[in-house]
């Protein structure tokens, strides 16, 4: 059997599990939220999740990526819709004064970190391609995002251990961690307008939970 240098029939390289920590931990976020801002029954949107990343993660063994790469783009829009929605419901009930300060809290602080696991899958699943693209190539091409270490010469690289450099998951947490806290870049500059289209709603998102929920909370306390 002749053998292949072409890197986009072998299996990708870049390890899965923390994007399925994440999906995960997203899911498990949404089960701390209270009732009120739950729609339908409690196990409605994990079965959602779950029915579409089990046959993810399969495809991706099989080596069907424009299948895996569908399915992992209609699990990010469940996140993100599903986020939306408890986000609405709770902004709603604001009013009311129903909920809690200890809620609130606790609802504010599930949907800041929610925010930060969602649009970093984002990241992940649209720079340069995505990911399978993304290991096909030499070098980090066609990037959203501009990480420090893009900046560096061969040289610095080399000396920094970072010859071998590509972003992964981990990469684009930290950019939705600062953007969630800075509610702006900090330290890796967006180049595309998509991503500037996302970064946007991240820190919109973020600002809605910090000053009218989070600050709503404490002044009741």
């Not at 495809?59 to 599903?82: E, P, Q």
């Not at 602080?109 to 030499?138: E, S």
Request: include cysteine; hydrophobic fraction near 50%.
């Amino acid at each position: 059997m002749r053998r292949t240098n072409d890197r986009s029939q072998q299996y990708d390289p870049e390890p899965r599990w923390p994007i399925l920590i994440a999906t995960l931990a997203v899911v498990a976020l949404h089960a701390a939220l209270p009732d009120e801002l739950t729609i339908g029954s409690r196990w409605l949107f994990p079965s959602i999740v779950l029915t579409l990343l089990i046959p993810s993660v399969v495809a991706h063994r099989a080596g069907r990526y424009r299948l895996n790469t569908i399915l992992g783009f209609a699990v990010c829009g469940v996140l993100t819709l599903r986020m939306i929605i408890s986000l609405g419901l709770l902004i709603a009930a604001l009013p009311t004064q129903k909920e809690t300060p200890q809620r609130l809290l606790l609802s504010a602080a599930c949907l800041w970190i929610t925010n930060i696991l969602v649009f970093a899958l984002w990241y992940w699943r649209m720079d340069a391609g995505g990911p399978h693209q993304r290991a096909k190539r030499a070098g980090h091409a066609n990037a959203t995002f501009l990480f420090p270490q893009m900046t560096m010469s061969t040289e610095a690289l080399r000396e920094a251990g970072q010859q071998d450099w590509s972003p992964k998951f981990v990469d684009y947490l930290f950019l939705a961690f600062n953007t969630n806290t800075a509610l702006s870049p900090t330290d890796t500059p967006v180049l595309s307008r998509w991503g500037k289209a996302l970064m946007m709603s991240q820190s919109l998102l973020s600002l809605l939970i910090i000053a009218l929920l989070a600050a709503r909370a404490v002044n009741i306390l």
